[in-house]
């Protein structure tokens, strides 16, 4: 059953202020997010797409960015290069109290100028069973 869904655009320009303050990227992305190399270009749409990912959870979870860390919510990828949204600590609290055991998808993008993504957040059957 599906619990929540959310959806985001971000401007990739916006993070060229970020990516050239000190200590502003950290304080937003998990370290497992961080990206060091790149040109500015590809490391702005990475971290866009990112922080879209993030208010996309929290419209998909009806809290808005408030009783988490947004470091708590983190992408990582596969092997063939599929986006995971990741909860931990304070995230993985705000999650489990509002709807139990769930299970997150996620879909990010970007084109030149935005980035976006998409957050479906299922809940558990009362059998224990991904409902559909």
Same mark, same amino acid.
């Given at each position: 059953?599906?619990? %929540?869904?959310?959806?985001?655009? +971000?401007? +990739?320009?916006?993070? &060229? ?13 998990? !370290? ?6 790149? !040109? ?5 749409? *990475? ?10 959870? @929290?419209?998909? /979870? ?18 063939? %290069?599929?986006?995971? /949204?990741?909860? &931990?600590? !304070?995230?993985?609290?705000? /999650? &489990? ?7 997150? *998808? +996620? @879909?990010?993008? *970007? ?7 998409? +957050?479906?957040?299922?809940?558990? %059957?009362?059998?224990?069973? &991904?409902? !559909?």
């Amino acid at each position: 059953m599906i619990y %929540g869904l959310g959806t985001d655009i +971000v401007q +990739v320009n916006r993070m &060229k202020k970020w990516i050239n303050t000190e200590g502003m990227v950290q304080r937003f992305f998990n !370290s497992e997010e961080l990206m060091e190399n790149g !040109s500015e270009n590809a490391r702005c749409q *990475h971290y866009a797409a990112r922080f879209a990912a993030k208010e996309a959870f @929290s419209k998909a /979870l009806g809290t808005g960015i408030t009783g988490f860390k947004l470091t708590d919510l983190y992408i990582t990828k596969n092997e063939e %290069g599929k986006p995971f /949204l990741n909860v &931990k600590d !304070s995230a993985a609290d705000v /999650l &489990k109290k509002r709807c139990g055991n769930c299970f997150l *998808h +996620v @879909s990010l993008s *970007h084109e030149k100028e935005y980035a976006t993504a998409v +957050v479906i957040i299922e809940s558990e %059957g009362e059998d224990g069973r &991904k409902n !559909s």
